[in-house]
């Protein structure tokens, strides 16, 4: 499917004229025509606006069919309980560590990043033996 009739089906369900996406996008009712019409194809900034002024989200602007697509059945990631931080001591000091972060400058982060780098390539070498 086009994206132009894609939108112009949207727009005539919800019963709005070009005049009122040009209100609602502040985009011009002749630049609206030629999307519909296939003459111009919008950038992706376009879309949003006409996903706003359609009140729709905008990925329902890229699907083909009368009915949305079904959301992926995305894999599980490893479960909180298994990640550090995630609870007991671990979380306190992780939130020790948020706390002290965020008090430190641009240049102290980088000073601590560049010694923990150290401190890693000397583990590797050190399990190397």
């Known amino acids: 499917m086009v994206i132009g009739d894609r939108i112009r089906a949207i727009r005539e369900a919800k019963k ?20 519909e019409n296939g003459h111009t194809v919008p950038s992706l900034e376009t879309l949003e606006k006409f ?8 990925y329902q602007l890229f699907y ?11 894999p599980r990631s490893r479960n909180c309980e298994d990640l550090w931080g995630a609870s007991g ?16 400058t641009d240049r102290h982060r980088q000073l601590l990043l560049a010694a923990a780098r150290g401190m890693a390539r000397r583990s590797r070498s050190f399990q190397n033996l």
């Open 64 to 74: 083909d069919g009368d009915e949305p697509p079904k959301p992926p059945r995305l």
């Open 16 to 35: 709005l004229s070009q005049g009122d996406i040009e209100h609602r996008a502040g985009l011009l009712r002749c630049y609206t025509s030629r999307i």
């Open 51 to 58: 996903a706003r002024a359609l009140e729709v989200p905008l």
């Open 89 to 104: 001591r671990d979380s306190r000091m992780l939130g020790q560590f948020c706390r002290a972060l965020a008090r430190m």
